[in-house]
């Protein structure tokens, strides 16, 4: 842990309770968040808050995340930085979604469109410090497992946001 990453940790928390806890913060070049998956040969940092997150409770994500909800963080792609050799392996799981892990330890850590080229998105659970960035909203509630109560006020969509 490098003093400057102590630093913009020091930052971010200072935004997040400027918001209550529950903003996505604005773009701050001087942050510096990392992450990775399990077994460490895939490594990330990052130089901005992500400007959207959301639960996704879509059957795809429970799939090939292994988990009934998926978090996930989105970021433009120049803002994410692969500090590892190795990068994500990706399945694709429609014509135009790539969904990416460790091909080592089978971490889910990534998703794209490809048809959205400008954007790159990160599982939150794969932060260092996943407390650092909430989600806004949920998608795909129609699929949302019956017997998992989030009791939160974020808006509930039934299926995509748009
Ligand atoms: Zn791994
Ligand atoms: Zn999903």
């Known amino acids: 842990m490098t003093g400057i990453v102590g630093a913009a940790r020091l930052v971010l928390i200072q935004v997040i309770t400027e918001k209550n806890?529950?903003?996505?913060m604005e773009q701050d070049s001087?942050?510096?968040?990392?992450?990775g998956c399990l077994c460490r040969s895939l490594r990330y940092s990052i130089?901005?808050?992500?400007f959207d997150a959301d639960h996704c409770h879509c059957s795809l994500c429970q799939k090939s995340t292994g988990a009934v909800v998926a978090s996930w963080m989105?970021?433009?792609?120049?803002q994410v930085n692969w500090l590892s050799s190795s990068t994500p392996k990706e399945?694709?799981?429609?014509?135009?979604?790539?969904?990416?892990?460790c091909p080592n330890c089978g971490t889910s850590i990534s998703?794209?469109?490809?048809?959205?080229?400008?954007?790159?998105t990160l599982s939150i659970a794969s932060l260092d410090d996943p407390n650092l960035v909430a989600p806004q909203y949920h998608i795909h509630t129609s699929n949302q497992l019956r017997w998992l109560n989030?009791?939160?006020?974020?808006p509930r969509y039934t299926s995509s946001r748009s």
């Open 91 to 101: 399945y694709a799981s429609s014509e135009t979604t790539r969904r990416g892990f």
């Open 21 to 24: 806890g529950i903003g996505i």
């Open 74 to 78: 989105d970021f433009r792609i120049e």
């Open 150 to 154: 989030i009791k939160d006020n974020a």
């Open 47 to 50: 130089t901005a808050m992500p």
């Open 30 to 35: 001087e942050v510096i968040i990392e992450g």
């Open 111 to 120: 998703f794209r469109d490809i048809g959205h080229p400008q954007y790159y």
